[in-house]
């Protein structure tokens, strides 16, 4: 018997398998390859592409529109930095949490201030932080010798956190000028800016008005230039229920009385601070008491 070279069937079937698969893979890459080359040579030749130019819109082979492009706002109160045209020197922020529910079900805070800044850019414009405020009235701008600076108009831009104020004339430079704002606030509970806070002593809740100002958030409590940079010296004034204690980063200069909605309401102010960063500015309205004298 003559001799020979003999393969099993399973070593032949999968020899086989692996032959069919090597060649179906060859075929699904040219078809592949073909359409890619088919589809560059379209766009090399004018055929439709995927994108438009800039401020145009066009639509694709599929049938899917293209939005066009939106050019980027140069306007300033578009832009996440102030401008350097105006300088604060200093707020005088005045405050009344109130610690009850309002009708609406919130807490709410009222506030009044007055910042104090130089101009040393001429501007036509005003651009402060402030973020979820609710103004009572117009903001008022007034030149140092107490003279009305026109407002022509007056905006809010949620993105950027902006107050933006449009005047009639421009600021001078080296003069100095100070804006009066009366506004409304929510104490929510989200450890941001002038917030609430609440915890139970003996079954009962407890409710607190505090502030949490790093980095960005003093803007919540009351307009302000609100980049660190930007220092300034604050006078804080806090107005509160008798039963309560007020405090900031300040010793109390007096506490006074008055009666506000028919009930009697105290009147701390706060000696002047020393010039800071926004973020530094804290207070608190509250029930704690001193536990103690000790010094560091």
Same mark, same amino acid.
């Given at each position: 018997m003559g001799k020979g070279f003999y393969v099993s069937?399973?070593?032949?079937?999968?020899?086989?398998?692996?032959?069919?698969?090597?060649?179906?893979?060859?075929i699904a890459l040219a078809v592949v390859y073909s359409n890619e080359k088919s589809n560059n040579n379209k766009v090399e030749?004018?055929?439709?592409?995927?994108?438009?130019?800039?401020?145009?819109? *066009?639509? *694709?082979?599929?049938?899917t529109t293209l939005k066009? !492009?939106?050019?980027?706002?140069?306007?300033?109160?578009?832009k996440f930095r102030l401008p350097k045209s105006l300088i604060p020197d200093h707020y005088d922020v005045d405050l009344r949490p109130v610690l009850e529910k309002n009708a609406q079900g919130l807490y709410v805070f009222h506030g009044k201030s007055v910042a104090h800044f130089r101009c040393v850019e001429s501007t036509n414009l005003?651009?402060?932080?402030?973020?979820?405020?609710?103004?009572?009235?117009?903001?008022?701008?007034?030149?140092?010798?107490?003279?009305?600076?026109?407002?022509?108009?007056?905006?809010t831009v949620v993105r950027t956190n902006y107050l933006v104020l449009h005047l009639a004339e421009n600021l001078q430079t080296g003069k100095t000028y100070q804006l009066h704002t009366d506004f409304i606030g929510e104490l929510a509970d989200d450890l941001a800016g002038f917030y609430r806070s609440e915890y139970v002593e003996d079954g009962v809740t407890k409710v607190i008005a505090t502030t949490q100002m790093q980095a960005p958030d003093a803007r919540k409590a009351f307009p302000c230039f609100d980049e660190p940079a930007m220092k300034a010296t604050f006078t804080i004034t806090l107005r509160y229920k008798p039963n309560y204690v007020a405090l900031s980063n300040m010793d109390p200069s007096s506490t006074t009385?008055?009666?506000?909605?028919?009930?009697?309401?105290?009147?701390t102010v706060f000696?002047?601070?020393?010039?800071m960063s !926004?973020?530094?500015?804290?207070?608190?309205?509250?029930e704690f008491k001193s536990v103690g004298n000790a010094k560091v």
């Open positions: 069937k399973l070593v032949a079937f999968v020899t086989i398998f692996f032959a069919i698969a090597a060649v179906a893979t060859i030749n004018g055929g439709a592409t995927s994108a438009a130019p800039q401020g145009t819109s *066009s639509t *694709s082979g599929t049938g066009p !492009t939106t050019p980027a706002s140069n306007e300033p109160w578009d005003v651009i402060i932080h402030s973020n979820k405020l609710n103004y009572n009235s117009k903001p008022v701008l007034k030149d140092d010798a107490g003279k009305d600076i026109t407002i022509t108009k007056n905006e009385t008055e009666t506000w909605n028919g009930a009697q309401w105290s009147v000696n002047k601070t020393p010039k !926004t973020y530094l500015v804290a207070f608190i309205v509250s």
